[in-house]
Structure formats: structure tokens, C-alpha cells
């Protein structure tokens, strides 16, 4: 079965630096690769996907993440963190044809001001 | 479109009391999911449903547990009786199946349950 490993289940950034978000997936067939965002009290929201086209996807709120199959990561990235980027962030795997989704435990970003 | 609605926003029961949570899918979307979050175990996957039909309800913790979908625009998931273990927030997610869709989930804001 397919799933998911967040490294880091709590990261914190000063404004203006370099976000990244680590996932490393486990599938036996070749997967769709996700990012999704919850901000307090609230449901989760999609920020990219990957599903087999370009291996660099380019998401919501200048967020990107590269599919890199010889590493099996899909590493979340931001060049410069916001305030407003503070929330956990969520990596989810599913395999092709099945709708079946498997999150990570998540990561919790802090950006400091 | 409204989105993923879901009722209540929160729940406070006793232990022993039956509890209701109820989901609205997108109109057209034809898997439902109902996903349990807790810090201790994450967002864990409960039950899904294809098109009004159970598909994999093997992370239902136990018997106390149940959903239904009874019809394209309505799921209940039901815990009786409820206890404080089950305290967590659940989230009622929809898609369009993976012929039309790339599987993405439109998730509910979700509905925190406390068990006393």
C-alpha cells in the first residue's frame, strides 16, 4: 500500500527565508504526488499535485515541489516565507485508479517575524 | 458551488450518547471520504464511498462506528455510544473518480467532536 513519511513534524522560518517541507512517498506503481494546507480550524486545502506531466509543479501562494523518483521525494518548496504561510502542511499519496488517498502526519510551519 | 458542507461545526456529548455527523458532497463528485484527525494519529482515513457505495471501510475503529450514504447529496457517519477516545475533528472530503479527475479531495471545514 501506498504512503507517505514527513520528515520534521514541526519547522520554523524567520520571513523572507527559504521554506521546505520534506515527503518521501512509498508506492509500488507510479503515483499521484499532493500538497495540501489546513489553516486553524479549518478543512484542508489543495496547494499542488503531481500526476505523471512536468516532475516541477508549481502551486497556490508561490509554493512548488519537484517529483524526483530515484529519491522517491516530493519536497515542498517557497523561496520566501510570508506570514501568512503559518499553518501544517499536509503531503498525500494515491495511486493511479485508485481514489484511495494516504496523508503524512504533517508539518507545522512557524514563520517568526 | 457551495463546497463541502458539513454539520455540526462542533459536538459536545456525554460518554454513552449516540452521535450524528452529517456531510453534503459536491454536486456531481462521486467518491466521499470521512477522514478522522487527532494530534496523536494524524488524519487517518475512515470509510470511503463510490458512487453511494461503501468501497473500503477498513479504518473504521470498531463496530461502534457507522456510515451511510443513502444517496448522491447526503453521508452520515454515527458513533453509538460515543466515548472520549473518539474526541477528534472528522472531515468529510469529495472528489470526481480518476477517469475525470487527477483524485484531488474538496474537503468540508470538518466537525470537532468532544466526548465527555
Known amino acids: 500500500a501506498q504512503s507517505v513519511t514527513q520528515l520534521g513534524s514541526h519547522v520554523s522560518v524567520s520571513e523572507g527565508a527559504l521554506v521546505l517541507l520534506r515527503c518521501n512517498y512509498s508506492?509500488?506503481?507510479?503515483?499521484?504526488l499532493f500538497w495540501y494546507v489546513q489553516y486553524p480550524n479549518q478543512g484542508l486545502q489543495l496547494l499542488l499535485k503531481y500526476t505523471s506531466a512536468a516532475t516541477l509543479v508549481k502551486g497556490i501562494n508561490g509554493f512548488e515541489a519537484e517529483f524526483k523518483k530515484s529519491e522517491t521525494s516530493f519536497h515542498l518548496t517557497k523561496p520566501s516565507a510570508h506570514m501568512s504561510d503559518a499553518a501544517e502542511y499536509f503531503c498525500a499519496v494515491s495511486d493511479i485508479g485508485n481514489n484511495d488517498m494516504r496523508f503524512g502526519a504533517g508539518t507545522r510551519l512557524t514563520v517568526k517575524p | 458551488d457551495a463546497g463541502v458542507i458539513q454539520s455540526p461545526r462542533h459536538e459536545v456529548t456525554e460518554m454513552g450518547q449516540e452521535v450524528t455527523l452529517r456531510c453534503k458532497p459536491i454536486?456531481?463528485?462521486?467518491?466521499l471520504f470521512w477522514y478522522r484527525q487527532t494530534m496523536m494519529r494524524g488524519l487517518e482515513l475512515l470509510i470511503y464511498f463510490n458512487n453511494n457505495v461503501p468501497i473500503d471501510d477498513s479504518g473504521m475503529p470498531e463496530d461502534r462506528f457507522s456510515a451511510k450514504m443513502p444517496n448522491a447529496s447526503f453521508s452520515t457517519l454515527k458513533i453509538q455510544p460515543s466515548e472520549p477516545r473518539d474526541s477528534a475533528v472528522y472531515f468529510c472530503?469529495?472528489?470526481?473518480?480518476?477517469?475525470?479527475?487527477?483524485?484531488?479531495?474538496?474537503f468540508g471545514e470538518g466537525s470537532r467532536l468532544t466526548v465527555l
Open positions: 508506492s509500488s506503481v507510479p503515483p499521484y
Open positions: 472530503a469529495s472528489s470526481l473518480g480518476q477517469g475525470m479527475n487527477t483524485g484531488e479531495l474538496f
Open positions: 454536486s456531481g463528485h462521486d467518491y
